[in-house]
């Protein structure tokens, strides 16, 4: 198993990932500052080679937002880059589920675990 290493990153050098398919209301961005004022920046940003992001999109804006000059960031370049994909769409899916009350499928997301292979 691979020992993940938190690291402090300018928010402002991170790179938003082109193939995230979930956007950000402003509403929802500012809801993560009131959060992260209120106890601080306590879940790392999930990045890749190049700082591209995996999963905290919406907190690293928020982060912007707030003019923070380092957050915590965790790298997970020790997966293959279809293991980076299925972490970040499982992630999107997991807010889906926890959204839905936990029962209901997100579109697509049985098809999507048959056929993914998640081997290196």
Same mark, same amino acid.
């Given at each position: ?5 938190? &690291?402090?990153?300018?928010?402002? &050098? ?8 979930? *956007? $950000? ?5 500012? /809801? ?7 106890? +601080? ?6 990045? +890749? ?7 905290? $999109?919406?907190?690293? *804006?928020?982060?912007? /937002? ?6 915590? &960031?965790?790298?997970?370049? $020790?997966?293959?880059? &279809? ?9 999107? *899916?997991?807010?889906? $589920?926890?959204?839905? +009350? +936990?029962?209901? /499928? ?15």
């Amino acid at each position: 198993m691979t020992t993940l290493k938190i &690291t402090p990153h300018d928010p402002t &050098t991170l790179v938003p990932n082109p193939r995230n398919s979930r *956007l $950000h209301t402003d509403d929802q961005i500012d /809801k993560l500052v009131e959060s992260i004022k209120a106890v +601080g920046f306590n879940k790392p940003v999930v990045i +890749g080679r190049d700082k591209v992001i995996y999963a905290g $999109h919406g907190a690293t *804006l928020a982060a912007i /937002k707030l003019g923070l000059k380092s957050i915590p &960031t965790v790298s997970i370049d $020790h997966l293959s880059e &279809t293991q980076k994909r299925g972490f970040m769409i499982a992630d999107i *899916l997991a807010l889906v $589920h926890s959204r839905r +009350g +936990g029962g209901v /499928k997100a579109p697509q997301s049985d098809d999507f675990w048959r056929t993914m292979n998640f081997s290196a």
